[in-house]
């Protein structure tokens, strides 16, 4: 990967726009014009395909680094490398190609008004008319809403059994209507609005996988790399709600007793004990890594270890960086008041934080974790 070619994006495109997608809710689609032109987008598309061919390691820098200046942009470009795994694998080969020469922005649209945040039981629809397939869903919170140039979009089984079956639905379906859209306390540029499907029609050939092999996909394919990038975006913020609180205390001073903020031991130790959870974390999550492309046997664990350990790290990280830098945080020209909202939307993305507890709890009680 070309880390020169990412680094510049961030500086010139992320960073100068960062303050403005938070404020405005802005829209990061001049970062994702800029990553899709150095194949950033097509970072995990197969070479043949005219992509990289990298893997979820390459990604997960690409998203923790964003995080550190932008996490509204590192979370629509997560949400599109998760939507670009489950095309690479069942999807069609002109759009794998768009996609890996970085003209396709994708995503996922799981969670429902109905099921909520168990995004694997949706409760909207997928109905054979004539020879053509109506889609009808209530998505509750779909990244890159109206901005994606197609969704992932899981609906009941056409006729088989299991609990989903995935689709890929278009940017420009007639019956895709925008309920509201977003103004959230965080990410607030990455365009997370509800999406209605209403008699979207499309080709039974849009069918992602098999009919009814939806939970198989979004288990087996799609869950290790959500939980892993997640972790890197919480990861990224961390470092940048860190880094900007040390800035702050180094370079404030309490005149009247000659000394910087970093002069207070109190201080320091919180800063220490942050710093210690970030880096747990980034282990945390290169074990991960490990595991999963080595195939460990501990690797399922460990995919649902990471998204919770990293989630909840992140709001005690921003949290003490908030703590450390006094009343002067609650302002926005610090940009750590920032961190400490965005950080708030990895424990409540799905599996969220107390399912995932279930599940690991599950997992260690050898019961099904599943089931
Ligand atoms: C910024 C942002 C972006 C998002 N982007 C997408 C996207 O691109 N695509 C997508 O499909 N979804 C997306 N989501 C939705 C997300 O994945 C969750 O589905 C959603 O946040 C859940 O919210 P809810 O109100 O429906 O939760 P609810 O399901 O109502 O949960 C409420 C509370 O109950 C707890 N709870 C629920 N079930 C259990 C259980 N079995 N055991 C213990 N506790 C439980 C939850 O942990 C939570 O604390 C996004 C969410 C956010 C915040």
Request: aromatic share 6%; charged share 20%; with cysteine.
């Amino acid at each position: 990967m070309n880390h020169n070619e990412l680094n510049q994006i961030i500086e010139t495109v992320v960073a100068k726009n960062a303050e403005k997608i938070d404020r405005e809710s802005f829209y990061p689609k001049s970062a994702l014009d800029a990553l899709g032109k150095a194949g950033i987008l097509g970072l995990i598309s197969a070479k043949e395909m005219g992509g990289q061919g990298f893997g979820l390691r390459e990604a997960s820098q690409v998203v923790e680094n964003l995080a550190k200046v932008c996490p509204s942009t590192a979370m629509v470009t997560m949400m599109h490398f998760c939507g670009t795994v489950v095309i690479e694998k069942y999807g069609a080969k002109e759009l794998r190609k768009k996609i890996a020469t970085g003209n396709h922005v994708t995503t996922l649209a799981w969670s429902e008004n109905g099921s909520r945040s168990h995004f694997w039981a949706p409760i909207g629809t997928a109905k054979k008319n004539d020879n053509k397939i109506l889609i009808n869903s209530q998505k509750s919170w779909v990244t890159s809403a109206c901005e994606a140039d197609s969704y992932v979009w899981s609906t009941q089984p056409l006729s088989a059994e299991g609990a989903s079956t995935l689709w890929l639905v278009t940017n420009d379906s007639v019956g895709l209507q925008q309920p509201f859209k977003f103004d959230g306390l965080g990410l607030r540029g990455n365009a997370s609005s509800p999406l209605k499907a209403e008699n979207i029609k499309v080709d039974e050939s849009s069918m992602l996988g098999n009919d009814g092999a939806g939970f198989d996909i979004m288990i087996g394919d799609v869950l290790p790399v959500f939980s892993t990038l997640i972790s890197s975006g919480s990861i990224g913020l961390m470092e940048g709600a860190i880094s900007r609180a040390i800035k702050h205390v180094s370079s404030t001073q309490h005149e009247h007793i000659k000394t910087s903020l970093a002069e207070l031991p109190t201080i320091r130790a919180y800063l220490a004990k942050a710093t210690i959870k970030k880096d747990m974390a980034r282990t945390l999550r290169d074990d991960t890594i490990q595991a999963i492309e080595s195939g460990r046997e501990d690797a399922v664990l460990r995919v649902l270890e990471v998204k919770a350990a990293t989630a909840e790290i992140a709001l005690e990280v921003t949290d003490t960086a908030m703590r450390v830098c006094g009343g002067a945080a609650f302002r926005k020209d610090l940009g750590i008041e920032r961190y400490f909202r965005d950080s708030r939307a990895a424990f409540v993305m799905a599996p969220t934080s107390d399912v995932l507890y279930d599940f690991i709890g599950k997992a260690v009680c050898g019961l099904p974790v599943f089931g």
